[in-house]
């Protein structure tokens, strides 16, 4: 008998679907099949955060890594036509990792989506700052830089202007020229210095119990107490 031709399906937004379709197009990606979609990961709590989300049941396999990565990787390989033909309908291609541009994911959503955009290819970098500490020893100071890259030119234009609209937070975009042997092409970033990066981190850690990688969030939520507790001090300075 012919296969039966599933007809399209709509999905349900929610908070766990948003925070899925941000690590899908960052370390996701769809085969040319039509059918089967694949994510792959070094952070196999990530891979597990994944199938909890869509309520899987494949197992997370181990697999190759490229020439430079040093972590065992793994990854997520099941199949769904009617996911997929959706993914496509949303703005994800086989093969998007040049040419993804806009993602159309509802503004109420669009946190989540961010956290597993973060998740998949973005980071929080915190580190002390003691280059005043000539004029005064105490003056050591906390530093936060949150980073969003991808490939596509196209897309971090769009995450750009939409971190803007709908977070009123405002980062630099720039294009990070090859600067390793295997890398033929340019990446983009978006970069947050400490003032926008604690009010980003704070919007998409809006509440407890939200899917993410909780090694990130973890160092997440460590900037932001040590900043807090940096501007205690520095205000008790400033009224004693």
């Not at 996911?83 to 994800?92: D, V």
């Not at 604690?198 to 850690?205: A, D, G, P």
Request: net charge positive.
């Amino acid at each position: 008998m012919p296969r039966i031709k599933l007809p399209d399906k709509e999905f349900q937004w929610s908070p766990e679907l948003a925070y899925v379709i941000g690590l899908l197009v960052t370390d996701g990606c769809l085969s040319n099949d039509g059918r089967h979609i694949i994510i792959r990961s070094s952070d196999f709590q990530l891979l597990e955060t994944f199938k909890k989300c869509l309520h899987l049941s494949n197992k997370a396999s181990k697999t190759f890594n490229n020439g430079w990565a040093k972590k065992p990787s793994y990854r997520i390989q099941f199949g769904n036509v009617q996911f997929y033909r959706w993914l496509i309908k949303i703005g994800l291609s086989p093969a998007k990792t040049y040419t993804v541009r806009e993602i159309k994911v509802p503004n109420e959503y669009f946190r989540d989506f961010l956290r597993g955009h973060l998740d998949g290819d973005g980071s929080v970098w915190t580190y002390k700052d003691f280059y005043n500490t000539s004029k005064n020893p105490k003056y050591i100071y906390n530093r936060l830089f949150v980073r969003f890259i991808s490939a596509s030119k196209f897309h971090i234009e769009w995450l750009s202007k939409n971190i803007y609209k709908l977070l009123s937070v405002k980062g630099h975009a720039w294009e990070r020229l090859p600067s390793r042997q295997d890398q033929t092409t340019s990446i983009w970033e978006i970069k947050f210095a400490k003032k926008e990066s604690v009010k980003l981190l704070r919007q998409i850690y809006y509440k407890d119990d939200l899917p993410c990688l909780e090694r990130k969030k973890i160092i997440a939520m460590k900037a932001l107490e040590k900043i807090s507790k940096e501007k205690r001090r520095e205000y008790t300075r400033i009224r004693g």
